[in-house]
Every structure is written in C-alpha cells, then in structure tokens.
C-alpha cells in the first residue's frame, strides 16, 4: 500500500537557521509529490510539486525539495528560515487516477525571532 | 477570484445527532475531494467525486458517512448517528481535470461530538 511518512513532527528553529524536513513514500510506480503548508489560521496551500524531469523542485518563498528515487525521499529545504515561516508542513503523494491525496503526519515548525 | 468555501465553520453536536457539512468548489473545478483530520494524525482522504462520473467512496470510514454533488457544484458531507471519534476538522479540495493537478482547499469545518 502507498505511504508517507514525514519523520520529524515538531521542529524549533532560530531565523536564518536552515531547514530540512524529511518526507519519505512507499510507491513502486512513477511518483509524483507535493508539499503542502499550512500558516496559522490560514488554508492547506501548495508550496511545491515534483511530477517528472529535473528532481530538484524550487517552490514559493525559498523552499526547494529534491526527490531522490534510490532513497524513496522528497524532502524540503530552505537555507535560511524567517519567523514568518512557523507552520505546518505536510508532504502528499497522489494515488491512483484519482489523484487523491496520501498525507504523511505533518510537522510542525516553529521559528523563534 | 473565490476559493474553496467551506460551512459552517464551526460544528458542536450532541453525539447520536446528524450533521450535513457544506463545500463550495472554485467554479470550474470539476474534481472535488473531501478529507478529515483528526487531532494529532495526518488528512486522510474520504471521497472524491469528478464530474459525473460514480464518486470514490473508498475513505469513507463507515455507512454513517455519505456525500453527494450536484454536477460540478456544491457538495454536501453528511455524517449520521455522530460518534466522539467523529471530531475532526472536515476539509474540501477541488481541482480542475487531471489527477496531478493542484488542489486547492477550503478553511475546514472543525467538528466536536460532545
């Protein structure tokens, strides 16, 4: 069965401090991959997509995530986070022809000013 | 332009109660998914609908759930006989054609079963 799992659920971080979220999957076919963020009171919105091509991903507001297929991983980083940052993330991976979407747990990051 | 609606947004019941939640799609959208998420656990995906084709049912948790959508409208989610493991917040995406596009979502309706 496809899964995702996200394995750090909190993470605290002083600004300018670099970011690294790790997002791995379970799928034998071709992968597509999203991450979503969620500011406080705010909706689900996409950050960034892979669906095929260069595996490096450049998103909205610094963010980039790199698939790597050998690791089964899309994990997301931002050299430098900024308070404005503090939200929840969630890496989703869209199944059957549905597209409907598999969340990992989310994880929680808190930039402290 | 509008995005997703969602109502209400805030939904206390009395457990053995029903609810009926509302989504409004951005115009256009012909897929549409609803998703919950409970307390300390990831979304997990419920039903989708496309078109006028036969809904997805496979992540509905049980036949006290069930939703339906006028064409590429409105669609309403309707839990019967609530339970406390109900609670949740109700999301509702929608996306245009192409199962790897983008979806876009609503604020949520957040549901307590007292």
């Known amino acids: 069965a496809q899964s995702v799992s996200q394995h750090n659920h909190h993470v605290i971080l002083s600004e300018a401090a670099s970011l690294e979220l790790g997002c791995n999957y379970s799928?034998?076919?071709?992968?597509?991959l999203f991450w979503y963020v969620q500011y406080p009171g705010q909706h689900l919105q996409l950050l960034l997509k892979y669906f095929s091509g260069d595996p490096l991903v450049k998103g909205i507001k610094g963010f980039e995530a790199e698939f790597i297929k050998s690791k089964f991983s899309f994990n997301l980083r931002k050299p430098s986070v900024q308070w404005s940052d503090t939200a929840e993330y969630f890496c989703a991976l869209p199944s059957g022809n549905t597209g409907k979407l598999i969340f990992g747990q989310g994880t929680t990051l808190q930039v402290k000013p | 332009g509008a995005g997703v609606s969602q109502s209400p947004s805030n939904k206390v019941t009395e457990k053995g109660k029903d609810v009926e939640l509302r989504c409004d799609p951005i115009s256009g959208h012909t897929a549409l998914y609803w998703y919950r998420q409970r307390l300390g656990q990831g979304l997990e995906f419920l039903i989708y609908?496309?078109?006028?084709?036969?809904?997805?049912k496979s992540g509905l948790p049980s036949d006290r759930f069930s939703a339906e959508r006028t064409g590429e409208s409105v669609s309403t989610l309707t839990i019967q006989r609530t339970q406390q493991e109900d609670s949740a917040v109700y999301l509702c995406?929608?996306?245009?054609?192409?199962?790897?596009?983008?979806?876009?979502f609503g604020p949520g309706t957040r549901l307590t079963v007292l």
């Open positions: 799928y034998g076919g071709t992968v597509n």
């Open positions: 995406a929608s996306s245009s054609r192409g199962e790897w596009n983008e979806q876009f």
């Open positions: 609908f496309q078109g006028n084709s036969a809904p997805d």
